[in-house]
């Protein structure tokens, strides 16, 4: 019986439920934005690992990264 639900369910999905690829919400995402992206990443893993400081070089580096990334 629960298959039964399961392969409705499925079927009903397959055939009413539209498919999108991938990067269909995301058209204008590109490499520059993903460089940007991963180095905000690096950025915080190292603010972070630092203790979350409040200012110096760390902290502006970040908020730099963020920045850019936001645009």
Do not use: H
Not at 9 to 19: G, N, V, Y
Not at 40 to 62: C, M, Q, T, V
């Amino acid at each position: 019986m629960y298959y039964e639900i399961v392969y409705v369910l499925f079927s009903t999905a397959k055939l009413c439920i539209p498919e999108r690829s991938e990067n269909f919400l995301k058209f204008w995402w590109n490499e520059e934005l993903s460089l940007l992206k991963q180095a905000s990443i690096e950025s915080n893993k190292l603010w972070n690992a630092a203790g979350k400081p409040r200012s110096g070089p760390l902290f502006l580096k970040r908020q730099s990264c963020r920045a850019n990334v936001n645009v």
